[in-house]
């Protein structure tokens, strides 16, 4: 308004300075504003509108309209007084808070979309987390029930001190231990490598198989070894974990009257198996903590978790094939 009536002013001094009458037309302005214009006695020269003017003040605000006055024509073509009227206050007003309200309502939802996608991000690996360990302590109720509910069904038997009782208790005793081993590993491992011993790893593993053959024989499984004498730098104990947990596995995803093969040879174990097989998609996420490729049979999902970790942790070489209902064959190279 300031800038409208200045331009009109201005056109008033330049018309009485070239010796111009004062052209109304050449003084249109836009349509959403009206003027007038008065002499120095206040009487009006030229007006647009009805209302009075309150000439003591420069700004005022009437019947939802807002006047402005400017001074500056200073008696120029007899004009001392140019007054705007702005027509669309209202409008200008309910446009004003429409757009301010609309962009608060955008500026919230984006707000709250950043927010829920930052809080999504930041709860993910908090919640996947808590899933897998909502998982982990069922499964491990699941497995350490079956060990357990033999153990006392055994105890409890009249006939307690029986061969076949004291096998029972024998294997789900062993059971036990090497779940709390895995349990214990993977919770306390060490990465470092200590002082190890060369061993004869062979011996290990025949000691070993005496007790996974009787548990394979249970299932009708049938289980073959062809052992030659090897000998490799590694804790014993860690042996016996990558070998229990390969071997378990196997009897765990093989069928009744399946077929388990195991080779110790050229510095190579190979345990194969005719199982239910592992899926294609599932291989390359085999050897993650807690990821099962299959959920029709128990287990943690930490098996070949912790296999893995020691294989790299002792630089062997891990070869992994498998077809779905045909088997898997699991082969670790140690290094000579």
Same mark, same amino acid.
């Given at each position: 308004?300031?800038?409208?009536?200045?331009?009109?002013?201005?056109?008033?001094?330049?018309?009485?300075?070239?010796?111009?009458?004062?052209?109304?037309?050449?003084? %249109?302005?836009d349509k959403h504003f009206?003027?007038?214009?008065?002499?120095?006695?206040?009487?009006?020269?030229?007006?647009?509108?009805?209302?009075?003017?309150?000439?003591?003040?420069?700004?005022?605000?009437?019947?939802?309209?807002?006047?402005?006055?400017? %001074?500056?024509?200073?008696?120029?073509?007899?004009?001392?007084?140019?007054?705007? %009227?702005?027509?669309?206050?209202?409008?200008?007003?309910?446009?004003?808070?429409?757009?301010?309200?609309?962009?608060?309502?955008?500026?919230?939802?984006?707000?709250?979309?950043?927010?829920?996608?930052?809080?999504?991000?930041?709860?993910?690996?908090?919640?996947?987390?808590?899933?897998?360990?909502?998982?982990?302590?069922?499964?491990?109720?699941?497995?350490?029930?079956?060990?357990?509910?033999?153990?006392?069904?055994?105890?409890?038997?009249?006939?307690?001190? &029986?061969?076949? &009782?004291?096998?029972?208790?024998?294997?789900?005793?062993?059971?036990?231990?090497?779940?709390?081993?895995?349990?214990?590993?993977?919770?306390?491992?060490?990465?470092?490598?200590?002082?190890?011993?060369?061993?004869?790893?062979?011996?290990?593993?025949?000691?070993?198989?005496?007790?996974?053959?009787?548990?394979?024989?249970?299932?009708?499984?049938?289980?073959?070894?062809?052992?030659?004498?090897?000998?490799?730098?590694?804790?014993?104990?860690?042996?016996?974990?990558?070998?229990?947990?390969?071997?378990?596995?196997?009897?765990?995803?093989t069928k009744r009257n399946?077929?388990?093969?195991?080779?110790?040879? &050229?510095?190579?174990?190979?345990? %194969?198996?005719?199982?239910?097989?592992?899926?294609?998609?599932?291989?390359?996420?085999?050897?993650?903590?807690?990821?099962?490729?299959?959920?029709?049979?128990?287990?943690?999902?930490?098996?070949?978790?912790?296999?893995?970790?020691?294989?790299?942790?002792?630089?062997?070489?891990?070869?992994?094939?498998?077809?779905?209902?045909?088997?898997?064959?699991?082969?670790?190279?140690?290094?000579?």
């Amino acid at each position: 308004m300031e800038i409208i009536a200045s331009n009109i002013s201005h056109k008033i001094i330049q018309a009485h300075m070239k010796g111009l009458n004062l052209n109304l037309q050449g003084l %249109k302005i836009d349509k959403h504003f009206k003027y007038a214009l008065f002499d120095k006695d206040k009487k009006p020269i030229h007006v647009e509108f009805g209302e009075n003017i309150d000439f003591s003040k420069r700004i005022f605000k009437k019947n939802s309209s807002i006047f402005y006055i400017d %001074k500056g024509t200073t008696g120029h073509l007899a004009v001392s007084y140019v007054v705007i %009227k702005e027509n669309s206050l209202d409008k200008t007003l309910h446009n004003l808070k429409q757009n301010i309200i609309y962009g608060t309502i955008f500026i919230y939802l984006i707000i709250t979309a950043i927010g829920y996608l930052l809080a999504k991000l930041f709860i993910y690996p908090i919640q996947t987390q808590r899933e897998k360990l909502n998982r982990f302590i069922k499964d491990t109720t699941h497995e350490l029930n079956t060990p357990l509910s033999a153990i006392l069904l055994c105890v409890n038997s009249d006939d307690f001190f &029986n061969e076949k &009782n004291r096998e029972y208790i024998k294997l789900s005793a062993k059971k036990i231990s090497n779940l709390y081993k895995d349990l214990t590993y993977i919770t306390l491992k060490n990465e470092k490598i200590e002082d190890v011993k060369l061993l004869d790893i062979s011996e290990i593993l025949k000691e070993e198989l005496t007790y996974h053959i009787k548990f394979s024989e249970k299932k009708k499984i049938t289980m073959s070894y062809d052992i030659e004498n090897t000998y490799f730098k590694i804790d014993k104990e860690d042996f016996i974990r990558i070998t229990n947990n390969l071997i378990s596995n196997a009897i765990k995803y093989t069928k009744r009257n399946g077929i388990i093969n195991i080779t110790l040879k &050229n510095h190579t174990l190979t345990v %194969k198996d005719n199982g239910i097989g592992i899926e294609k998609e599932s291989l390359e996420r085999i050897f993650e903590r807690y990821y099962r490729a299959t959920k029709s049979v128990g287990g943690f999902g930490i098996g070949l978790s912790i296999v893995y970790s020691i294989c790299k942790k002792y630089a062997l070489d891990i070869d992994l094939k498998s077809q779905i209902n045909k088997g898997t064959t699991f082969k670790l190279i140690f290094p000579h």
